[in-house]
């Protein structure tokens, strides 16, 4: 079984910069993909990132493009997301999720896509 560990979050200033690690255990499959997901309370949630797990092609929201990074570590198990000049509007809990099955492309942008999530992690960021 797939778990998922978020860390990295915290409260910042606009402008600044976090990177949220996941540490993934438990996968032994080279398909499918892991995502950045983001959520503040009352909304539903919203995809920010893929980066499929048997390549290095990576998708984004429109409202992170050009801000926000996400990369894979093999030898470390690990997922990241390398956030530069936060924004208030990224405040939120953000959650790490797998998905094992190839699939399309296109449904990765979807929270149905995926199967196991984290816990998440809360990020801040303040005027």
């Known amino acids: 079984q797939v778990q998922l560990v978020e860390s990295g979050g915290g409260s910042v200033q606009a402008g600044d910069s976090l990177r949220l690690s996941c540490a993934v255990s438990g996968r032994t499959s080279s398909t499918g993909a892991m995502g950045w997901f983001r959520q503040v309370p009352g909304k539903e949630r919203e995809f920010v990132a893929t980066?499929?797990?048997?390549?290095?092609?990576?998708m984004y929201a429109d409202s992170v493009k050009g801000r926000f990074t996400i990369s894979r570590d093999n030898a470390k198990n690990s997922v990241y997301l390398q956030m530069n000049s936060l924004k208030p509007e990224d405040t939120a809990i953000y959650y790490c999720?797998?998905?094992?099955?190839?699939?399309?492309?296109?449904?990765?942008?979807?929270?149905?896509?995926?199967?196991?999530w984290g816990q998440g992690t809360q990020v801040t960021v303040s005027s």
């Open positions: 999720a797998d998905r094992r099955a190839p699939g399309l492309p296109s449904a990765l942008r979807q929270e149905s896509a995926y199967t196991t």
């Open positions: 980066v499929f797990w048997g390549g290095k092609s990576t």
